[in-house]
C-alpha cells in the first residue's frame, strides 16, 4: 500500500542554516505519526516542505503520491493543516471562516455541527478577534477538518488548550484516524505523542535521530526496575530496584512480606528522558 | 484558474469591507474628495457672481436671468432668507421683483429695481451684476443691442477655472485609493495576519489570489470613478464614451502598481509609508494642471498624466477622439509595461506569499 | 518621567510614517500660503483701443472702482496685453464708432479674449460693452435701480481666500499630531509594550504625562514653525503662542481618545477622519461663513479657529480672544481627562 506522506532524503536550509538535514520517513494510511523535538529542531520546516509550503533543496516530499514540489495543488484538497500560529481572519465570525474555506475547497458543510464538535458550538456567530486563545485554537482545528482531509497536518494542536479541551482534540485525532486519515502531529508534550501517536520521530539539529513505536523506543531505551517509597518518606525519595538484578526479586519479596512502604510501582522510562538520552537536550 | 475561488474572495473582501476603514472610505472617496476639493479649492476663485431672485409676482426676467451664463442664479420664497443670504456672502446680490414689474416695465414706468449687494462681493461681481440686469430689462423693455460683436480669441491654453482644474485632481485619487491603495492594502494584510499561508496550503493558488484582490480594486476604481464624474457633472454619454477607455486604463495601471506593492511589503505601515511617499510621484502631473504657472511640459513626464490629461480634454473641453488618441497609445504601452513588471515580481515573490 | 518622554519623543521621530506626514504638512503649508495670490483681484481691467474715445473711456474707468481702463494706440500692443493676462480683454473700436451707434447702424465691437479667460467672463466683459453702447447711444435704462449694501462693505478690501484660510491651515497641522501619537500609543498596545512599562516602577500617571508632554510640545513646535514659515508670529505672538498651545494639548487629548478603541493602526483611520472632519469644520466656516451656524460652538476647535481668524486676519489681540482661550483651557482639561480616563481603561 502507497504511504500517505513519504519525505524521501529531504534537505532544506535558510541561508547557511541547514534545517531539514537528510530526513526520511512516511506514514501510511491511517497512522498518526508524532514528530518530538525542541525548538528549532526542523519539525515545522519539514511540515512546511510537507504541506507545499517551502520546496525542497533537495529530496522529495510526497503526499498522496503527489510530489508537493512540484503538484502542490493536486494533493490541497485533501490535507488539512492546522498550524501553530493563529492564521484566522480576526473580523469575520467564526463561522465565517468555516464557509469561507469550505468554499475555496469547494465543499458544503454544517459549520455548526463542526463547532460543536471543537467545542464551540454556539459561538461561531462571533468575531474571532473576540475569542480567547483556546477558542482561536480549536478553530484552527476545526478548520483543518472543513474538507474531511485524507492527511491531517497538526503543528502544536493542543497548544494553549485547558485539559478538558486537550482532550476532546486528541478524540478527535483518534476518530479521524478511524476514519482512516493519516496524521502527522508535531508537538513538544510527550503525554500527547505518547497516547496519541503509532509511531514516534525524534527531531534534533534537522536529523531524525529516532523513529519507531513509543513502545519499542522505551523498551530499547528505557531502564526496566520498580521504585519503592519506604514508610515516612517524600515523593522523590524512592529506593529504585532494577528489574533485570538477579536479586530483585528476592529483594521485593523481603519489602512486601515487611510492609514498610508507602508506595510501590513499576516505572517505565518517559519518552522525555529516551529523548534526553539520545540526543543528549531536552525537548 | 478557478474562478470559484477568486469569486470566494471577491466576496469575503467586499463582506469584510464594511468593517474595514480603507475599504469605506474607498467606497466613499468620491464624494470625499468632491466635497475637500471643493471646499480647499473652490474658495480661490469665486468665478462668477452668485445673484439670489425673490419674485413677488411671475416676471419674465427670472427665466431671462436663469438663462445667462455669466452668473449663478438661485430664487428665494422670502426676504429674509434673501437678505440673510446676502448679508452672509452666500449670495453676491440679492434682487426683488415687486408685483407688477413686467407691466409697469412694458408702459415705460420705470419701475423700481431694488438691488442688494452683499459687503463680501467684489466690486467687480457687482458691475457684473447691475450691468447684467440692465441688459436684461432693456432685452424685456424691447431695446435692441446697438452694436455687433466680433469676438477673437488668442492663444492655445485651456480656459479652465480653478474648479475645472481640480477635477483631474479629484479622478486620480479616485482611482488611486480604490485600485491602488485598496489593492496593494487587501495583499499586504493578509499576509500580516497570515491568513495568506492558510490560503496556501489550500487549492487556492498565489493566481487566484492576486487576481481576487486584483479584480476587487479594478472594479471598485472603475465604479468610483464613474460616481465620481457623474458628481462634477460630467454626464454627457458622448464624452463618457470617449473617456470610457482611459478610465479602465487608470484602473489598471493603478491596480497593477498596487499588485507591485502589495507583494513587495509585509506590513502595513511600510507600505502606507512607502504609498505617502510614491503620492507625489503620482499626483504631480495633477499639480501641474492645477498651478499653471508651472511649465505643463513636466506633467508629460509622469505616467498618471496620459489618465487624467485625456479627462480633462474631454470631459471638461468637449476635445474628440483626434485630440487624446496619441495619450490613449502612450497609456495602452505604459499600463502594459506596468502590467507585466506586475507579473514579474508578483512571480518572483510567490514563495514569499 | 525623563526616560517615559525621551523614549516617546524617539519612537516618534523613528516612525517613518509620522516623519513623512509632519514634514509634508510644515512644509507644504507654508509653501501653498507663499503660491497662492496674497490679494483679491476685484477689478476687472480692460485693455481699450478706441480712438476719439479715450477720455470717455478713461472717465468711465475713473467713476468705478470696479473697474480699470488701459489705454492702447495699436491693435497689436492690444492684443499682446490681452496674451500677457495684462488686461482681462481687449475692446477695439473704429474711429467712426460712435457716429455709427448714433445713427443706428450696428457699428461692430471688436473683443479680444485670452483662452484662459472662461466662456462665462467674457459674456460678462460683453454685456458690460453692450450696456455702455446703450449709454453712448442715449437709450435710458427703463428701470431705477435702487442699490444698497448689506453688512460691512469690504470693498478694496478683501481678504485674500489664503488669510481666510489660515485658521484651517493651522488647525490642520495641530491635528496632524494626532496621526503621530495615536500611532505610537497603539503601536504599543498591540506589541503589549505598554504592560512592560506599567509593571515597572513607571506609574500610568507618568505615562499620560510624558505622551501629553511629548504630544503637545511636538505639535506646538510645528504650529509655531508653520506660522515663521507664513510669516505670520510676528503679528501677535503671545497670542498665537497661547493659542497654539492649547491646540496642541487638544489635540493629544483626542489622540488618546482615538487610540483607545482602534486595535490597530488601520481601524484607528476612521475614528482620525472623524475627528478631522469635525474639527475642520469650524475653519471652514471662517472662509465660507455662510455654512456657519451656531452648532458649530459646540466643536472645540471653533475656538481655535476664532482665536487664529481675530489676530491674524483682524488685528485683534490677547483682551480679545481671551474669553476663547479660557474655554480651550476647560476643553483641554475635560478632553485631556477624558482621554486618559478611556484609554487607562483599555491598559486594563
Not at chain 2, 73 to 92: F, Q, W
Not at chain 3, 164 to 189: D, F, N, R
Not at chain 3, 308 to 324: A, D, M, P
Request: overall charge neutral.
Amino acid at each position: 500500500m502507497v504511504a500517505a506522506i513519504v519525505a524521501d532524503r529531504l534537505v532544506f536550509a535558510y541561508g547557511d542554516l541547514v534545517a531539514v538535514n537528510d530526513i526520511s520517513f512516511d506514514v501510511k494510511r491511517g497512522e498518526v505519526l508524532g514528530f518530538l523535538g525542541p525548538n528549532g529542531a526542523g519539525k515545522t520546516t519539514a511540515v512546511k516542505l510537507l504541506t507545499g509550503q517551502l520546496k525542497p533543496k533537495s529530496g522529495v516530499a510526497k503526499v498522496l503520491g503527489f510530489d508537493m514540489a512540484k503538484e502542490p495543488k493536486k494533493a490541497a484538497a485533501r490535507i488539512g493543516v492546522c498550524f501553530e500560529e493563529k492564521n484566522l481572519y480576526p473580523r469575520m465570525t467564526g463561522k465565517g471562516n468555516l464557509e469561507f474555506f469550505a468554499k475555496l475547497f469547494g465543499v458544503k458543510i454544517d459549520a455548526e455541527a463542526l463547532l460543536v464538535r471543537v467545542d464551540l458550538g454556539g459561538r461561531g456567530n462571533e468575531r474571532v478577534e473576540d475569542y480567547s486563545k483556546g477558542m482561536k485554537q480549536r478553530l484552527m482545528i476545526a478548520r483543518s477538518l472543513v474538507n474531511s482531509p485524507d492527511v491531517l497536518f497538526l503543528d502544536e494542536p493542543t497548544e494553549g488548550l485547558d485539559p478538558v479541551s486537550s482532550e476532546n482534540i486528541r478524540k478527535i485525532i483518534r476518530e479521524e484516524k478511524e476514519r482512516g486519515a493519516s496524521v502527522l502531529l508535531t508537538t513538544h508534550s510527550m503525554l500527547e505523542a505518547d497516547k496519541l501517536s503509532d509511531r514516534v520521530a525524534f527531531l534534533n539539529d534537522g536529523k531524525i535521530v529516532a523513529l519507531d513505536t513509543p513502545e519499542s523506543l522505551k523498551l530499547k531505551y528505557g531502564k526496566r526496575s520498580v521504585k519503592v517509597r519506604p514508610k515516612g518518606r517524600r515523593e522523590g525519595e524512592e529506593v529504585e530496584l532494577p528489574l533485570d538484578d538477579p536479586g530483585t526479586p528476592e529483594e521485593i519479596k523481603r519489602i512486601l512480606e515487611k510492609g514498610e512502604f508507602d508506595t510501590i510501582h513499576t516505572s517505565e522510562a518517559t519518552l522525555e528522558e529516551i529523548f534526553f538520552k539520545v540526543t543528549g537536550r531536552g525537548l | 484558474m478557478r474562478l470559484q475561488a477568486v469569486a470566494a474572495i471577491m466576496a469575503k473582501d467586499v463582506k469584510l469591507g464594511s468593517r474595514n476603514t480603507i475599504f469605506v472610505f474607498a467606497v466613499l472617496s468620491p464624494f470625499v474628495y468632491t466635497f475637500l476639493m471643493s471646499l480647499i479649492f473652490g474658495g480661490l476663485a469665486k468665478d462668477q457672481p452668485k445673484v439670489g431672485f425673490l419674485d413677488m409676482d411671475v416676471s419674465r426676467l427670472v427665466p431671462l436671468a436663469k438663462e445667462f451664463e455669466g452668473w449663478v442664479v438661485r430664487m428665494y420664497s422670502d426676504e429674509k432668507a434673501l437678505l440673510n443670504a446676502v448679508e452672509s456672502g452666500t449670495m453676491d446680490g440679492g434682487v426683488k421683483l415687486v408685483y407688477g414689474f413686467d407691466e409697469s416695465l412694458a408702459k415705460g414706468q420705470s419701475p423700481e429695481l431694488e438691488l442688494k449687494f452683499s459687503g463680501r462681493s467684489y466690486a467687480s461681481h457687482r458691475l457684473a451684476i447691475k450691468n447684467t440686469l440692465s441688459k436684461l430689462v432693456r432685452e424685456m423693455a424691447g431695446q435692441e443691442v446697438p452694436i455687433e460683436f466680433n469676438n477673437t480669441v488668442l492663444g492655445d491654453e485651456m480656459a479652465l477655472s480653478m474648479k475645472d482644474r481640480i477635477t483631474p485632481f479629484i479622478f486620480l485619487a479616485v482611482i488611486m485609493v480604490s485600485g491602488y491603495f485598496l489593492t496593494s492594502l487587501g495583499i499586504v494584510e493578509e499576509r500580516e495576519t497570515r491568513t495568506v499561508t492558510a490560503l496556501s496550503v489550500s487549492p487556492t493558488t498565489v493566481t487566484e489570489f492576486i487576481t481576487a484582490k486584483a479584480l476587487l480594486g479594478y472594479l471598485m476604481a472603475v465604479i468610483a470613478t464613474l460616481v465620481t464624474f457623474v458628481l462634477n457633472g460630467v454626464t454627457s454619454p458622448a464624452y463618457l464614451a470617449l473617456i470610457m477607455p482611459f478610465m479602465l486604463l487608470g484602473g489598471a495601471f493603478a491596480v497593477f502598481l498596487g499588485v507591485i506593492l502589495g507583494v513587495s511589503f509585509s506590513s502595513s505601515t511600510e507600505l502606507y509609508g512607502t504609498a505617502k511617499g510614491t503620492n507625489i510621484l503620482l499626483f504631480a502631473p495633477a499639480l501641474v494642471i492645477l498651478f499653471p504657472g508651472i511649465p505643463q511640459w513636466i506633467g508629460k513626464l509622469f505616467p498618471t498624466y496620459y489618465i487624467i490629461n485625456p479627462i480633462l480634454k474631454v470631459s471638461l473641453l468637449g476635445g474628440k477622439w483626434s485630440d487624446v488618441q496619441g495619450d490613449l497609445v502612450i497609456l495602452v504601452m505604459i499600463t502594459a509595461a506596468l502590467g507585466v513588471t506586475a507579473l514579474v515580481i508578483a512571480n518572483r515573490n510567490k514563495t514569499k506569499l | 518621567m525623563a526616560a517615559l518622554i525621551a523614549k516617546d519623543f524617539s519612537e516618534l521621530f523613528k516612525n517613518r510614517l509620522s516623519l513623512v506626514v509632519t514634514v509634508l504638512v510644515v512644509v507644504m503649508i507654508p509653501t501653498y500660503y507663499a503660491l497662492m495670490p496674497s490679494e483679491v483681484e476685484e477689478t476687472l481691467v480692460l485693455g481699450v483701443r478706441a480712438p476719439g474715445l479715450e477720455e470717455a473711456f478713461a472717465q468711465l474707468g475713473a467713476s468705478s472702482t470696479a473697474l480699470q481702463i488701459r489705454s492702447y494706440n495699436g491693435t497689436s500692443a492690444l492684443r499682446e496685453a490681452v496674451q500677457d493676462g495684462g488686461v482681462a480683454a481687449g475692446i477695439e473700436l473704429a474711429p467712426d464708432f460712435v457716429q455709427r451707434l448714433l445713427a443706428g447702424a450696428k457699428p461692430e465691437v471688436n473683443m479680444i479674449f485670452s483662452s484662459v479667460v472662461p466662456r462665462e467672463a467674457r459674456d460678462s466683459i460683453s454685456t458690460l460693452m453692450e450696456e455702455l453702447s446703450f449709454i453712448l447711444a442715449g437709450q435710458k435704462l427703463p428701470v431705477d435701480f435702487e442699490t444698497e449694501i448689506i453688512g460691512e462693505d469690504l470693498a478694496g478690501k478683501q481678504v485674500a481666500f489664503r488669510d481666510q484660510a489660515k485658521p484651517m491651515w493651522l488647525t490642520l497641522v495641530l491635528m496632524v499630531e494626532l496621526i503621530s501619537l495615536s500611532y505610537l500609543i497603539i503601536e504599543e498596545k498591540q506589541t503589549g509594550a505598554i504592560h512592560a512599562i506599567l509593571v515597572t516602577p513607571a506609574t500610568s500617571t507618568q505615562v499620560f504625562a510624558a505622551k501629553t508632554i511629548v504630544g503637545a510640545t511636538l505639535a506646538s513646535v510645528e504650529g509655531t514653525l508653520v506660522l515663521v514659515l507664513m510669516g505670520q508670529l510676528g503679528t501677535n505672538a503671545p497670542a498665537l503662542l497661547l493659542t497654539v498651545l492649547t491646540g496642541a494639548v487638544l489635540a493629544t487629548g483626542f489622540a488618546f481618545l482615538v487610540s483607545a478603541p482602534a486595535k490597530d493602526i488601520m481601524s484607528s483611520f476612521s475614528w482620525l477622519i472623524l475627528v478631522y472632519i469635525a474639527m475642520l469644520i469650524p475653519p471652514v466656516t471662517v472662509i465660507y461663513p455662510a455654512v456657519s451656524s451656531p452648532v458649530i460652538k459646540i466643536l472645540p476647535s471653533y475656538y481655535l479657529a476664532d482665536n487664529f481668524n481675530k489676530v491674524l486676519n483682524q488685528g485683534l489681540g490677547l483682551r480679545e480672544i481671551g474669553g476663547n482661550l479660557l474655554i480651550l483651557v476647560v476643553l483641554d482639561v475635560v478632553v485631556l481627562l477624558a482621554g486618559v480616563i478611556v484609554l487607562r481603561r483599555k491598559y486594563r
